[in-house]
């Protein structure tokens, strides 16, 4: 990967799939072959999508949305203390994005928290916020991605489906280049 082949250069393809070779799948034997299984595949085949050529990962919150967790964080702030607590920032994550969030991703923000403070700083709570949005943007456009090549509906591609993805994003790709990637999902 990453070499001349041929003479000619490898493809920004070629090199992209290079990230999916960190990719610990194990092949699925199915009545069509080799498949993706596992979701930490489904991930990568996304990501690699995703690298040659999906828009940036950066997003910026709009006024309207920036208005809204600043108006969440005040509202957890019911003691208007200037910061949010442990239980505070659970019920801000709780409005902002539907769940509760657990005690391990607690315990990383809160040791992220300026010791120097009791809590979560409104700076603090706008920045952990759309690094969270932008995580979920992410999760939400692997997921799109991957769905759209998933032609039957099984939650795994197999090799025809990863051709005929190429195909779509890739059409001038030769079909050496699109196997090799595929391989080198399974050789790690």
Same mark, same amino acid.
């Given at each position: 990967?990453?070499?001349?082949?041929?003479?000619?250069? !490898?493809?920004?393809?070629?090199?992209?799939?290079?990230?999916?070779?960190?990719?610990?799948?194990?092949?699925?034997?199915?009545?069509?072959?080799?498949?993706?299984?596992?979701?930490?595949?489904?991930?990568?085949?996304?990501?690699?999508?995703?690298?040659?050529?999906?828009?940036?990962?950066?997003?910026?919150?709009?006024?309207?949305?920036?208005?809204?967790?600043?108006?969440?964080?005040?509202?957890?702030?019911?003691?208007?203390?200037?910061?949010?607590?442990?239980?505070?920032?659970?019920?801000?994550?709780?409005?902002?994005?539907?769940?509760? !969030?657990?005690?391990?991703?607690?315990?990383?923000?809160?040791?992220?928290?300026? !010791?120097?403070?009791?809590?979560?700083?409104?700076?603090? %709570?706008?920045?952990?916020?759309?690094?969270?949005?932008?995580?979920?943007?992410?999760?939400?456009?692997?997921?799109?991605?991957?769905?759209?090549?998933?032609?039957?509906?099984?939650?795994?591609?197999?090799?025809?489906? %990863?051709?005929?993805?190429?195909?779509?994003?890739? !059409?001038?790709?030769?079909?050496?280049?699109?196997?090799?990637?595929?391989?080198?999902?399974?050789?790690?």
């Amino acid at each position: 990967m990453g070499e001349d082949v041929g003479g000619t250069r !490898p493809s920004s393809a070629s090199r992209t799939a290079g990230s999916l070779a960190g990719c610990r799948c194990k092949p699925g034997v199915g009545r069509r072959g080799r498949e993706f299984r596992r979701p930490d595949c489904r991930v990568a085949v996304a990501m690699f999508f995703s690298q040659a050529g999906a828009r940036p990962r950066t997003w910026e919150a709009s006024q309207s949305e920036h208005k809204k967790w600043v108006e969440v964080f005040k509202a957890c702030d019911e003691e208007n203390k200037g910061y949010l607590s442990r239980e505070d920032f659970k019920v801000a994550v709780v409005m902002l994005f539907g769940y509760k !969030p657990s005690k391990i991703e607690a315990d990383s923000v809160m040791s992220s928290v300026d !010791p120097n403070t009791s809590g979560i700083l409104l700076k603090e %709570f706008l920045d952990i916020v759309r690094k969270k949005k932008e995580a979920q943007l992410y999760r939400n456009e692997i997921r799109h991605i991957f769905t759209a090549f998933d032609r039957h509906y099984h939650g795994y591609l197999t090799l025809e489906d %990863f051709k005929k993805a190429f195909k779509q994003v890739a !059409p001038k790709l030769s079909e050496r280049i699109i196997l090799e990637v595929f391989r080198d999902i399974f050789s790690s």
